[in-house]
């Protein structure tokens, strides 16, 4: 069966930084078109970055300069470094898989998420 599962989460100050890391198994991890996505309690879920199967990556412009992605097609691996972290990054953080560069938010395979709270 497929699985992605997420890890890193947790409290920091902000100004702070969390790496968040999410491992897949049961599918072709370096054919995959990979992301994190969050949702804040009371709002829609939202893409926050992802990346290509040859390493292309986007962002959500209120995380440009301060998170990057990254895979480790080894270890059907991608990770999520978030620096200089701000209360409104506040989210639940979700890992996806998907077969195809769609644009429609809710394709392909989804993680559990992993809680991101940025609180003094």
């Known amino acids: 069966q497929v699985q992605l599962v997420e890890s890193g989460g947790g409290l920091v100050q902000p100004g702070g930084s969390l790496s968040l890391s999410c491992t897949a198994s049961?599918?072709?991890?370096?054919?995959?078109?990979m992301g994190w996505y969050r949702q804040a309690p009371g709002k829609e879920r939202e893409l926050v970055a992802r990346?290509?199967?040859?390493?292309?990556?986007n962002y959500v412009d209120s995380v440009k300069g301060r998170f990057t992605i990254s895979r480790d097609n080894a270890k059907n691996t991608i990770y999520l470094k978030m620096n200089n972290l701000k209360p409104e990054d506040t989210a639940v953080y979700f890992c996806n898989a998907r077969n195809i560069d769609s644009s429609y938010l809710y394709a392909g395979y989804w993680g559990q998420g992993t809680q991101v709270t940025v609180s003094s």
């Open positions: 990346i290509s199967r040859d390493g292309t990556t």
């Open positions: 049961g599918i072709i991890f370096s054919g995959k078109f």
